[in-house]
């Protein structure tokens, strides 16, 4: 389920990135967010980790865990301290972490 989820997420990453250009990693960022919302989606129908058996969280999580770029997160953050500045780093986790949180919320508020 991962292998076909990081497909589908590098061809998202790839179309946002010819379209939309800019000192953050808006591609990765627009992954993650979609990641995370799908995630809290698929918990709230599902009835969370706790309700939800071995194959339900080898998908949701599989997929989701596949779907999303933690380790671009990082690099690309790592690579804005070196290449601009600390603030424009911070600011990149800073967004990511909120609006990845907000995402997964948002999914368990729509489907609670």
Request: glycine share 10%; charged share 15%; aromatic share 12%.
């Amino acid at each position: 389920m991962a292998r076909f989820s990081t497909r589908y997420a590098y061809v998202l990453r790839h179309w946002v990135a010819l379209r939309i250009t800019h000192d953050l990693p808006l591609s990765t960022l627009i992954v993650n967010v979609l990641g995370s919302l799908l995630l809290g989606l698929w918990l709230g129908y599902l009835g969370g980790p706790v309700d939800m058996g071995e194959q339900e969280k080898r998908l949701v999580f599989g997929f989701c865990g596949g779907f999303t770029t933690f380790s671009s997160f990082a690099y690309q953050s790592l690579e804005l301290r070196r290449k601009q500045t600390l603030a424009l780093a911070a600011g990149n986790i800073v967004v990511s972490l909120v609006m990845c949180w907000g995402a997964l919320w948002l999914g368990l508020v729509i489907t609670r």
